[in-house]
């Protein structure tokens, strides 16, 4: 796949502390790209350099094969998308998504034709007249994507734009922006904390911790077969076990329980609670000469088990990711 940006042996200081530390890291034309980690890992500084708004301490930034460091951000051909709109209020939807083109000289019909399309598409046409606190949240959110999209950018920065909508709201804009984004066929690279979200939206979701990139993957990739500790825990619930002399993680969904008689068994426990949580059970086991309470899921149709069982757990061989 053709590279669109390069990030080669980038890192970013503030006075003396060290945010990004030396990665590099190639986006593909086209592609749903997430860049995921917790607070503070420095996935926002990241974007903002690749948009023009920080500027690396050292390393290089392409897009389409040309350095762009010293490009102002109105010059990369790239929009960004945050969390705060910053919607003009004295002006209606259509207004505010003009304004852009407006600014750049675009003729008034080419200013009208191309937010005709830009409404089309982020499902906004029956609100064009309406000013931003005549809108909902999600709706608001829509002309910020909207404005964006409307320059016809070669790649849409997004910083955790639904941070701010409530859980139902964010599931719907999610499967939208996904669409938006494979009908427009441009690249995407979208910021969040969100493990969830970056699994059901990416194509490649690049994990961040402390300022480095931990892996680079499909979600499925990402989830079955994870390149650290850091990424199988922040990445959906893992166990971890000692197996010959190694650490393996095997996912809850992976383990088997059956009852035991007795406890005589390396994986044999108690289970502690279990846990109604909507589509399966989450069955909290403690282990013999095990610290760390395991977690097992099971459909509820499933789950006879109550607490003070004493059961035994058993996996594929399969099913264990070695951790290094």
Known sequence: MKNIIEVEQVEKHFSENTVISPLSLEIYAGEFLTILGPSGCGKTTLLRMIAGFEEPTSGTIKLNGEAINDLPPYKRDMNLVFQHYALFPHMNVERNIQFGLKMKGVPLAEQKERAEEAMRLTQLTEFRNRKPSQLSGGQQQRVAIARAIVNNPKVLLLDEPLGALDFKLRKDLQRELKNLQRELGITFIYVTHDQEEAMSMSDRIVVMNNGKIDQIGTPKEIYQKPASKFVATFIGENNFFEKDGKEIAVRPENIKITRSEEQKGQFTGTV????????????????????ETIIVYQMPDQTTLSRNDLVEISWKLEDEVIMY
């Open 272 to 291: 502690r609670d279990v846990e109604f949580v909507g589509t399966l059970n989450k069955i909290f086991i403690d282990l013999e000469n095990h610290n």
